[in-house]
């Protein structure tokens, strides 16, 4: 078995805990669905990165809420480049499974479709 990446992100409107759990949990159940053989168990880690902008809460609670509890996850600040996408959270996740990275669907939500137009469609 091969461990893969799968990529999302989304945008939230102002840091607000509600705003950050409630864009976090959207984001990780449209993973799911995208890749409908992907479960719980097989996800090896989860890296999750947030713009300077967002304080309130870390989003891996958010993972947690839904059930990610045996799950390894990390929060950490995104690079603050110059006139990127704001109040963004993003997930790499580490699966282990037999799809071929070209099977992977990643999963870009709101303002973040802007980060991987290329992902579109997939």
């Not at 976090?24 to 159940?29: C, R, V």
């Not at 609670?61 to 990610?68: E, F, S």
């Not at 071929?100 to 939500?109: N, R, T």
Request: hydrophobic letters at 45%; proline letters at 4%; one cysteine or more.
């Amino acid at each position: 078995m091969t461990t893969r990446g799968i990529r999302g992100a989304t945008a939230i409107e102002s840091d607000t805990k509600g705003n950050v759990l409630a864009a976090t949990k959207e984001l990780l159940e449209a993973i799911l669905g995208a890749n409908s053989d992907l479960q719980i168990d097989d996800i090896a880690s989860a890296i999750f990165t947030v713009t300077d902008d967002i304080v309130s809460v870390h989003p891996a609670l958010a993972a947690r809420q839904i059930g990610w509890m045996q799950v390894p996850m990390l929060c950490a600040r995104e690079i603050p480049v110059e006139g990127s996408l704001r109040l963004c959270i993003r997930v790499l996740i580490h699966w282990n499974t037999d799809r071929p990275q070209s099977e992977i669907k990643h999963v870009y939500l709101r303002e973040a479709v802007k980060l991987r137009p290329d992902l579109r469609g997939i």
